[in-house]
């Protein structure tokens, strides 16, 4: 039974090792792993030390050096060196000093023994048992260890934590993009911030008005820490974000991470219920448009499609508005988070353009799938056509239709300020714009960067689709 533990205790420390020297592989893992287990990593790097000392490392690569120079083998490399360069001089017609070309020749030689010294030691190590020199090496002997490998579960709980993540494929793919995600939501705050900063408008005079002192404008801009150097100001932005706390708003002195949550919602819901709505009738039209392609239902389904991306946004409000509201009146001309009626207006001008751009790419991604070999093998086996049709061409068909899903619904959230200054809704869109014009920086970033944060988790999430659809995707992961 002892032993049985102890073969297991050393299959497991085998396990974790080889995650560790996949891990010092790669520079950001190596980088990501030694910083989070730096306790452990410098207890390894003085064992590592002390066995390269302690066990002849240098004193065998000194005596492979010794024998290899008294063998003549750098004495042969120089003479072969210097006949290269005679030959490669004379052939160019090159005049070249005899210091200079015997100092090159001295260099390629020097370059060609450290390769054959490297190669040497590498196969008298491999060849002596117990002789390893490696970090990793290192490493994996110290965690055979009970005692070690307990106490570096305690100090170094953070590197294992990011062990286990690296050696989950899935995870480490959703934890990578996670990574890009947060990169790409501090991006954003820098270059908005940015932005702002170098504005012309002056928050102070636009507030105040122009009849304001200049001792007015120095305690305004005083107490909400615009006479900060830049960097301070960006530090106290990025703080903010990360604590969710952007303070107050200049105009209205409002706190803004409750003016978000009050607005945000309202076009998060129309944006989402939208983008459903969208996808259930697009897709169902692009797979009959690439069924039937130069059909009357194709040439139908595709020409509304192209007049939906032709249309924008504002007259197509205002148009509804007109007939719906006014002439017409069945629905209310603008929103009231009260009555769901008057959602239905501008959840469907949000969703016209995706609508079409979905079935549009359905389309021509389903026609593209369909002629392909294996679509034709399945038919030829006797696969009943709608079977061939979910089963083989549409699963392969959506990762491009889920990329502009993706795209398109950060554009409409993003585009949303259009559509809610068409029917007064009171979002986070026309949020911003408001605020644009002052310009209120705490607002303007809380809107940006938690509309940023959003899209950011949506893209996210295609891209963990990408893998569920697709099984290319998913060896790929279990390969890198």
């Known amino acids: ?138 490493y994996q002997r110290l965690a055979q260890q009970p005692l070690f490998f307990a106490l570096s579960l305690i100090i170094g709980f953070p590197m294992y934590l990011i062990m286990a993540v690296y050696a989950n494929p899935y995870m480490k793919y959703i934890a990578e993009r996670l990574v890009m995600a947060i990169f790409v939501i501090f991006g954003v705050a820098f270059v908005v911030f940015t932005i702002l900063y170098i504005s012309p408008m002056n928050p102070a005079t636009n507030i105040l008005g122009e009849t304001a002192t200049a001792e007015q404008i120095a305690a305004f801009n005083h107490l909400y820490g615009l006479d900060q150097p830049y960097l301070n100001q960006l530090w106290n932005t990025i703080k903010g974000i990360l604590t969710f706390d952007l303070g107050k708003s200049f105009a209205g002195n409002e706190l803004v991470s409750n003016a978000i949550s009050n607005k945000f919602p309202v076009t998060l819901t129309l944006t989402v219920i939208s983008t459903l709505i969208a996808v259930l009738i697009a897709l169902p039209i692009g797979i009959i448009s690439a069924t039937r392609p130069n059909s009357f239902f194709d040439y139908t389904f595709m020409f509304i499609a192209l007049l939906g991306l032709s249309i924008p946004n504002f007259w197509q409000g205002l148009i509804f508005i007109l007939n719906f509201s006014i002439k017409l009146p069945w629905f ?80 409409m ?34 809107g940006v960067v938690y509309t940023a944060i959003t899209i950011s988790i949506v893209n996210v999430i295609v891209d963990l689709l990408y893998a569920f659809f697709d099984p290319r995707i998913r060896s790929k992961m279990k390969q890198y």
């Open 413 to 446: 959230l993003g585009g949303a300020a259009v559509t809610e200054k068409v029917f007064n809704i009171s979002g986070i869109g026309s949020y911003i714009v408001d605020k644009q014009f002052i310009p209120d920086i705490p607002a303007i970033m809380g």
């Open 332 to 411: 209310p001309a603008t929103y009231n988070p009260a009555n769901w009626m008057s959602a239905i207006m501008p959840i469907v001008v949000l969703g016209t353009g995706l609508t079409a751009a979905v079935a549009r790419m359905t389309r021509s991604s389903t026609l593209e799938v369909i002629h392909e070999d294996y679509i034709t093998t399945a038919k030829a086996k006797g696969l009943a056509r709608r079977h061939v049709l979910w089963k083989h061409a549409v699963g392969n068909a959506l990762i491009p239709i889920i990329t502009v899903i993706g795209l398109q619904f950060g554009a």
């Open 1 to 138: 039974m002892i032993g049985h533990a102890t073969t297991t205790d050393n299959g497991m420390a085998e396990r974790i090792a080889s995650v560790y020297r996949k891990m010092l592989l790669h520079p950001t893992y190596r980088l990501l792993l030694l910083l989070a287990g730096a306790p452990v990593t410098a207890i390894v790097y003085i064992f590592y030390q002390y066995r390269r000392s302690a066990q002849g490392y240098r004193g065998v690569m000194d005596h492979e050096r010794s024998e290899l120079l008294q063998s003549g083998f750098r004495d042969r490399l120089l003479s072969e060196a210097r006949d290269q360069l005679r030959r490669k001089h004379r052939f160019f017609g090159n005049s070249v000093s005899e210091k200079h070309q015997e100092a090159e020749a001295a260099k390629i030689a020097d370059l060609k023994f450290d390769i054959r010294l490297k190669e040497r030691l590498e196969e008298r190590l491999s060849g002596e048992k117990g002789m390893q020199y490696s970090f990793g090496d290192t």
